[in-house]
């Protein structure tokens, strides 16, 4: 959370109602994919299926939203733009931070490419319901990248609000609700 002085203090950085709706989705979610983890398709789905490596798959997810439902109430990117910042301006090369911000922000998206290839390249034979959570965690994960490189245009549009509704909680709430359908779906395939 940023104070008065924009420097981070520790506090909760979304007191709204629809920050916690969207901490508590979070939540949710992250519950129900720790949950299917115990689930193993039995021979007859499974086909080509690999439990050991789905129940990784729903595990390490529910550990990412754990950890992006933390941050959405803590604020942790601003505290390490601050460090960063603090960093820049003791380092002397401040006046420089647009070159640097721009190389860390191709890095995180390149990061995020060859993840989501990577995902893609080894979940290719797994079952649909799998494919539907990659799907919400890629656009959950692009969300995030295009909400870190705080582009000016970016920010315009998920400010944008139709009807006191606003597109970043659509983008956001969304993605978690598509790997909730699918931890929905898998439940109901294999039990």
Same mark, same amino acid.
Request: hydrophobic share 50%; no cysteine; charged share 10%.
């Given at each position: 959370m940023l104070g008065m002085d924009d420097r981070w203090t520790p506090g909760i950085g979304d007191p709204s109602v629809m920050g916690?709706?969207?901490v508590a989705t979070y939540v949710l979610v992250a519950v129900c994919c720790f949950l299917v983890r115990f689930i193993e398709p039995d021979e007859h789905h499974s086909g080509q299926e690999n439990t !050991?490596?789905?129940r990784q798959f729903w595990w390490t997810l529910a550990i990412f939203l754990v950890l992006m439902g933390i941050n959405k109430q803590l604020d942790l990117q601003s505290l390490f733009t601050q460090i960063g910042r603090d960093f820049a301006k003791s380092s002397g090369w401040y006046e420089h +931070?647009?070159?640097?911000? $721009?190389?860390?922000? !191709?890095?995180?998206?390149?990061a995020g490419v060859l993840l989501?290839?990577? *995902?893609?390249?080894?979940?290719?034979?797994a079952c649909n319901t799998i494919k539907i959570?990659?799907?919400?965690? $890629? !656009? *959950? *994960?692009?969300?995030?990248?295009m909400r870190a490189a705080s582009f000016h245009n970016f920010d315009r549009l998920i400010g944008y609000e139709l009807g006191g509704i606003r597109f970043n909680w659509v983008m956001e709430i969304g993605a978690l609700l598509?790997?909730?359908?699918? $931890? *929905?779906?898998? +439940?109901?395939?294999?039990?």
């Open positions: 916690w709706v969207t !050991l490596s789905y +931070r647009k070159m640097v911000q $721009t190389g860390f922000i !191709l890095f995180i998206g390149a989501g290839g990577y *995902l893609v390249y080894r979940y290719r034979h959570a990659l799907a919400g965690f $890629t !656009l *959950l *994960l692009g969300f995030v990248v598509i790997i909730g359908i699918a $931890t *929905l779906r898998y +439940r109901r395939n294999y039990l």
